[in-house]
């Protein structure tokens, strides 16, 4: 079943185009990696799809209904039931990792009693109980990125969007939260659009990858389809 | 839905408050026995006094400039960015004068160097207090007082935009150059915006003052355009004074935006991690010190220990509170709600700005920066046009005039900083906030206000003094009864002992340095905490 379409979407910047006419669905349960180097437009499809910004022509579809069109939003950001990890995780320093979990529940009105759950269940999830009154600054990079995954994911989003989620640890960390990632999407199941300039961690999370270049869709497949692509490419370019 | 409604709002309050009374002021003007006429204007410009005027006018500011940037600028480097010794308590005696009401500086130096009973009449002679009498009365005094008052805007500026420079860039410049080389090849020159926007700053400020001038006798346009209106109620007579003032700032302020605000923007504070190393005077030391502590006495330190002389009795202290307490708890009272105001519709004007979220947003951004440097007395006389009518008297005569005047006048003040605070908020802060449900006003109270809340504090505390020594605007508008203390003090200059005067304007300077001074003590703590 599709869960996320995108209709012939574009995004203009100041007269720089930062997406061109994509057309793309996602369906319920995917992981899909979206791949591509610095400004081709990658993080821009994900801000559209959640609702940050609206794009200039075509639509947007979550769940059958149309989030975006005609050059507007119809739904707002907060309207939409996605979650989102940001590249720098946008944490809120003046909030314990109790408070940035519970902003969002307060916020869809969620009994107390049931909040408490969901939260110690989700930090139980990202292995963070410990943490619960600690504040974001406290907190190594590692526990960060879990406690951001966890805000993302306390609200039971109908799918998870990651921006670069890793790209500020180092190796080994990086390897250790993919597969953090993997676990919890398997866990969960939940829909997984996940954006990298990394190859191989788009090989790593992706169950089909889209690579993007000048804000189009350059190719589109399974993970070895990709790879070949990949290997063809870096041969013409010697 | 709450976002539009709460823009719509704020676009309305400033256009009734800030922009109307102008409009209807500057139509009145041109009405005269009901009929369209430029009368006033005609005879304004045939009249040889305008032009004296006008030359007044701007010789006043743009000496008052150079008095302030020559001083302020050395004074911004030393304090800034050099091992100065006390450079907190010398940048902090600095800022009283601007503080305070303007005016008072002006008292201050009248009893020192003017009249038959001045200290220097006292010390050095009559023949010698009728020369600095004839010096202090006139241009040259006009110039101290401003330029001592508006010097710490300078100061301040230069020393933040100095600090503002990328220490790398300095760092590279030392690998080939000692410090004098990398302060004039680079440091001054990249923070030359922000001392240009200063001195743009202190050239308005000093066009629109009227307090000083009229203390001290010198005719510009401010004080006629307040005679016109407060002494002849000549509406039509006092527009057409202002106008000139009006267009006058209008094109500096269309320069500023032209060629200062996009190089000013590419200075921005740096991280808080990383270090700047002062400057090691070495043996200049202890001689900059003292020249700088010279300076200090005499633009700050003499002033006020003149006021204490002149006013060194317990019982005249007494006498000054029993004629103007009341005053005083008014002044604090009107300055406490209006920075509150100003602070509530500042953030909510500064997150439109900083979003860019409203149409036309750089209009009413100039609109808010170009009522903060109108002259006070030409927004009190526009206040005054639109208000005053059967109508509106509700307004009118309570001290919700004051507060327009405040909102028209200071707006600028709380946006700008809430533009700076929320410039150094990353935009995730509030997209992640929107990602896990919350609507707009809970995104703006919940996550930005808390984040912000150092630049809330700040503009509370900048508007606060700026209501609190505000004279032009209050001593147009105010209700009957409901006088301020900066008001009654010069109303009661004209037919009041020295000492009573002397006694009033260090109450104002306490009532202003106290609430500071305990601000600091309890913040201090808080911070060393964390």
């Known amino acids: 079943m599709k869960l996320i379409e995108f209709h012939a979407v574009s995004k203009t910047y100041e007269g720089r185009v930062a997406v061109r006419d994509v057309s793309l669905s996602v369906t319920q349960g995917e992981r899909l990696v979206i791949v591509g180097h610095s400004g081709c437009g990658k993080t821009t499809l994900l801000r559209l799809l959640a609702g940050l910004i609206a794009p200039d022509t075509g639509s947007i579809t979550i769940n059958g209904d149309r989030v975006a069109a005609d050059g507007r939003n119809l739904k707002e950001p907060e309207e939409r039931n996605l979650g989102m990890v940001f590249q720098d995780l946008a944490l809120w320093p003046h909030l314990t990792v109790t408070g940035n979990l519970e ?56 799918a998870l969007l990651m921006d670069e989620p890793l790209s500020n640890l180092d190796f080994e960390l990086n390897g250790q939260m993919r597969q953090e990632i993997l676990k919890l999407q398997q866990a969960l199941g939940f829909t997984l659009l996940y954006v990298t300039h990394n190859p191989d961690e788009a090989f790593e999370i992706g169950t089909r990858l889209v690579v993007m270049r000048h804000g189009t869709i350059e190719r589109m497949g399974g993970v070895e389809e990709i790879r070949e692509y990949f290997k063809t490419l870096s041969r013409q370019l010697g | 839905m709450t976002r539009r409604v709460v823009s719509v709002l704020i676009v309305l309050l400033l256009v009734v408050i800030g922009l109307l009374p102008l409009l209807v002021m500057f139509g009145q003007s041109l009405i005269v026995n009901g009929r369209f006429s430029t009368e006033f204007y005609q005879a304004s410009l045939a009249s040889a006094r305008t032009w004296v005027l006008l030359g007044h006018s701007v010789a006043l500011p743009l000496l008052t400039t150079l008095f302030a940037v020559v001083l302020g600028v050395p004074l911004g480097l030393l304090l800034g960015k050099t091992d100065l010794r006390y450079r907190t308590l010398l940048m902090a005696l600095f ?34 207090a009728q020369q600095t009498s004839a010096w202090l009365f006139g241009l040259p005094g006009c110039v101290l007082v401003l330029g001592s008052t508006f010097l710490p805007i300078v100061m301040f500026l230069t020393r933040t935009s100095l600090q503002s420079v990328n220490p790398r860039l300095e760092e590279a410049g030392r690998l080939v150059s000692g410090w004098f080389g990398v302060l004039t090849g680079i440091s001054l020159p990249t923070a030359l915006p922000g001392i240009l ?316 340095l106290i609430p500071l001074g305990l601000l600091h003590g309890f913040v201090r703590p808080l911070r060393a905490a964390r």
């Open chain 2, 95 to 128: 800022t009283i004068p601007l503080l305070v009401p303007p005016y008072i500086m002006a008292v201050s130096w009248s009893y020192a160097l003017g009249g038959r009973e001045g200290l220097v009449a006292r010390w050095l002679g009559v023949p010698m």
């Open chain 2, 197 to 512: 926007l200063s001195a743009i700053l202190v050239f308005l400020l000093s066009l629109g003052e009227f307090s000083v001038p009229t203390f001290l006798r010198y005719s510009v346009f401010s004080v006629e355009s307040f005679t016109q209106f407060a002494a002849f109620h000549e509406v039509g007579a006092a527009t057409a004074s202002a106008t000139l003032l009006v267009l006058i700032v209008l094109l500096i302020l269309v320069v500023e935006r032209r060629y200062i605000r996009r190089p000013l923007a590419s200075l921005q504070p740096i991280s808080d991690r990383e270090e700047t190393v002062p400057i090691a005077l070495g043996a200049l030391r202890a001689w900059l010190f003292m020249l700088v502590c010279l300076l200090c006495g005499v633009l700050v330190v003499v002033p006020l220990l003149v006021l204490v002389m002149q006013s060194a009795s317990p019982a005249i202290y007494v006498d000054a509170l029993a004629r103007a307490g009341d005053s005083l708890l008014r002044s604090m009272a009107y300055a406490a709600l209006g920075a509150s105001l100003l602070t509530i519709l500042g953030f909510f004007l500064g997150y439109f700005l900083a979003r860019r979220r409203l149409p036309f947003w750089q209009a009413l951004d100039f609109l808010t920066i170009a009522l903060l440097t109108l002259p006070s007395t030409v927004i009190g006389v526009a206040l005054v046009t639109l208000w005053n009518r059967p109508a509106t008297i509700f307004i009118y005569a309570t001290p919700l005039i004051v507060l327009f005047g405040y909102l028209a006048q200071y707006t600028a003040l709380t946006s700008r900083i809430t533009v700076a605070a929320l410039n150094r908020i990353p935009a995730s802060m509030e997209e992640a906030a929107a990602m896990v449900g919350a609507g707009w006003l809970r995104r703006v109270g919940y996550i930005l206000a808390p984040l912000a809340k150092r630049g809330l504090v700040a503009g509370w505390l900048v508007s606060y003094l700026f209501c609190l020594r505000d004279t032009g605007i209050t001593m147009m508008v105010y209700p009957p009864g409901g006088e301020t203390l900066p008001v009654r003090t010069f109303t009661l200059m004209a037919n009041s002992p020295p000492r009573l005067i002397a006694a009033l304007c260090l109450i104002m300077v306490m009532a202003t």
């Open chain 1, 103 to 158: 902003f969002g529940l307060k916020a869809h009105k969620i009994p107390r009693v049931e909040r408490d759950t969901r939260i110690q269940g989700t930090l139980a999830l990202v292995q963070m109980e410990p943490y619960a009154a600690a504040s974001p600054a406290e907190l190594s990079g590692g526990q960060q990125q879990r406690v951001a995954l966890a805000r993302a994911l306390v609200l039971r989003p109908k």
